[in-house]
T-cell receptor, first 109, second 116 residues
Framework: GQNIDQPTEMTATEGAIVQINCTYQTSGFNGLFWYQQHAGEAPTFLSYNVLDGLEEKGRFSSFLSRSKGYSYLLLKELQMKDSASYLCAVMDSNYQLIWGAGTKLIIKP | GAVVSQHPSRVICKSGTSVKIECRSLDFQATTMFWYRQFPKQSLMLMATSNEGSKATYEQGVEKDKFLINHASLTLSTLTVTSAHPEDSSFYIC????????????FGPGTRLTVL
C-alpha cells in the first residue's frame, strides 16, 4: 500500500531551526510537495522536489532522497507565525497526491 | 500565482438538506479540479477528481450519488452534498493544477460545512 509518515507534533523555540521529516512508500513517484496549513485554512504551497538534493527558498528549505524515500523540510529563524501544520504529499505514478497526516509545529517564545 | 476561490466559505444547514459548494479558477483554466475533505486534526482526503466535459472520478468509499460533482466549465466545478447529515460536517477544499513543471496544486480557501 501507499504510505506517508511524518511526526504528529513538534515543538521549537522562536528564532531556532527545526527539521520536519517525511518518509514515503508509494506506487511511483512524480514529485514531493510540502504545504503549510494554518488552523481552519486551506493549505498553501511551500516547496516541490522531484530530483535529489536540497531546494532553498528563503527561510524554508526542502530536501529529497528518492533512493531512501525520504524528505525533510527545514525551517530557519523560526517566527511565531510559523506555528501551523506542515503536510508532506507525494505525487504517485497516476499523478495523484498521497497526503501525510501532517506535523503540527508549535513555536514557543 | 494562480487563484482558486470557493463559495461559500461557511455554511450551516439542517439535516436532510442539500448544499452546493462552488470552486472557481479565477485567472486560469482548469480541465481538472480535485475535491478534498478534511476532518479535524486529520489530513486531506481526496474525494473525487472533477473533469470538465466528462464524469467525475470518485475515490473508493465516496458515494457518488451523495456527493454530486459537476464541472460546468473550464473555470467552475461544483460539489453538491445531497441529504446532508451531521457526519458530513467537515472542511471541504478544492484544488486545481496550474500546470507547468511543478504540477503545483492551487487550493481554494475551503468551505466549512456544519450540518445540524
Amino acid at each position: 500500500g501507499q504510505n506517508i509518515d511524518q511526526p504528529t507534533e513538534m515543538t521549537a523555540t522562536e528564532g531556532a531551526i527545526v527539521q520536519i521529516n517525511c518518509t514515503y512508500q508509494t506506487s511511483g513517484f512524480n514529485g514531493l510537495f510540502w504545504y503549510q496549513q494554518h488552523a481552519g485554512e486551506a493549505p498553501t504551497f511551500l516547496s516541490y522536489n522531484v530530483l535529489d538534493g536540497l531546494e532553498e527558498k528563503g527561510r524554508f528549505s526542502s530536501f529529497l532522497s528518492r533512493s531512501k524515500g525520504y524528505s525533510y523540510l527545514l525551517l530557519k529563524e523560526l517566527q511565531m507565525k510559523d506555528s501551523a501544520s506542515y503536510l508532506c504529499a507525494v505525487m504517485d505514478s497516476n499523478y495523484q497526491l498521497i497526503w501525510g497526516a501532517g506535523t503540527k509545529l508549535i513555536i514557543k517564545p | 500565482g494562480a487563484v482558486v476561490s470557493q463559495h461559500p466559505s461557511r455554511v450551516i444547514c439542517k439535516s436532510g438538506t442539500s448544499v452546493k459548494i462552488e470552486c472557481r479558477s479565477l485567472d486560469f483554466q482548469a480541465t481538472t479540479m480535485f475535491w478534498y475533505r478534511q476532518f479535524p486534526k486529520q489530513s486531506l482526503m481526496l474525494m473525487a477528481t472533477s473533469n470538465e466535459g466528462s464524469k467525475a472520478t470518485y475515490e473508493q468509499g465516496v458515494e457518488k450519488d451523495k456527493f454530486l460533482i459537476n464541472h460546468a466549465s473550464l473555470t467552475l466545478s461544483t460539489l453538491t452534498v445531497t441529504s446532508a447529515h451531521p457526519e458530513d460536517s467537515s472542511f471541504y477544499i478544492c484544488s486545481a493544477p496550474y500546470g507547468g513543471d511543478n504540477n503545483e496544486q492551487f487550493f481554494g480557501p475551503g468551505t466549512r460545512l456544519t450540518v445540524l
